[in-house]
C-alpha cells in the first residue's frame, strides 16, 4: 500500500470516529430527554461510559444502539440511585459553601475554605464516579467511595482528565457547534481512558501483592 493508500486509511478511521462520537452524543442527547432528564440522563450517561470502556479496550466492532439501549435499559434504576446521590451530596456541599461565604466572621471564613476543599474533593471523585459505574461490579455506596479513593490516589490520571476536560472546553466555547455532537461523548471518552490507566495500575499492584503473599508463604 502505497503513502496515498495509508493516508486515505487514516482519513477512513478518522472519519470513522468522528461519526461515532457524533452518533453517540446523539442517543445521549436523546435519551437524556427520553427520561426527561431528571430521570434519563444517569441511564443516558451510564450508556455512554460502558460504549467508551468498550471502544477503549478495543471492541469497536460492537452495535452501538444496541448497547446503548440494552445499558440504559438494564441501568435505568441503579444509575438514577448513583445520580441522586450525586446529586444531593453535590446540593448539600454547595449548600454549606454558599451559607458560609455568606458569612463575615473568622469561623464562617475558615469552614468556607474547608466548604471548598470538600466540594473539590466531591468534583474529582464525580469524574471517576460513571467509569467506576461501567468498569467494576459495585453498590452505589462502593461506586461512590472507589471513586474517591482512586481520584486521590491517581494524580496522573486526574491530570489527564483535567487536561481533557480543560482542551475540551477551549475547542467547544471557540467552536460551539460542536457540543451537540461532541461535547457529551468526547469527554466521556477522555474520562474513561484516563480512569482505566488508574483501574490498570490498580488490577496489576493487586496482582503484584497476591504473588508476594503466596511467595512469602508458599505452603498456605
Not at 66 to 74: C, I, L, N, P, S
Not at 120 to 134: E, H, K, N, Q, S
Request: glycine content about 6%; proline content about 3%.
Amino acid at each position: 500500500m502505497g503513502n496515498g493508500g495509508i493516508y486515505l486509511s487514516k482519513l477512513y478511521r478518522l472519519c470513522e470516529w468522528i461519526t461515532r462520537l457524533a452518533y453517540v452524543n446523539l442517543l445521549w442527547i436523546t435519551f437524556s430527554l427520553f427520561g426527561a432528564i431528571l430521570f434519563g440522563f444517569s441511564p443516558a450517561t451510564v450508556a455512554m461510559f460502558t460504549l467508551m470502556r468498550k471502544w477503549v479496550q478495543g471492541e469497536t466492532d460492537i452495535p452501538v444502539f444496541k448497547t446503548f439501549w440494552t445499558t440504559y435499559k438494564t441501568e435505568f434504576l441503579k444509575s438514577n440511585l448513583l445520580g441522586g446521590a450525586l446529586l444531593l451530596i453535590g446540593l448539600v456541599l454547595f449548600i454549606d459553601l454558599r451559607f458560609f461565604q455568606s458569612g463575615t466572621t473568622t469561623f464562617s471564613l475558615v469552614f468556607s475554605y474547608i466548604a471548598i476543599f470538600l466540594f473539590f474533593l466531591f468534583l474529582i471523585t464525580l469524574l471517576f464516579a460513571y467509569p467506576v459505574f461501567v468498569h467494576y461490579n459495585l453498590s452505589i455506596l462502593q461506586i461512590i467511595k472507589n471513586a474517591f479513593f482512586l481520584s486521590i490516589s491517581n494524580p496522573l490520571s486526574l491530570f489527564l482528565m483535567i487536561i481533557g476536560i480543560t482542551t475540551i472546553y477551549v475547542v467547544m466555547m471557540y467552536i460551539p457547534g460542536l457540543i451537540p455532537f461532541f461535547g457529551g461523548s468526547l469527554l466521556s471518552y477522555v474520562l474513561m481512558w484516563s480512569a482505566l490507566q488508574s483501574f490498570r495500575k490498580l488490577e496489576k499492584d493487586l496482582m503484584d501483592d497476591r504473588k508476594s503473599n503466596v511467595e512469602s508463604d508458599p505452603i498456605s
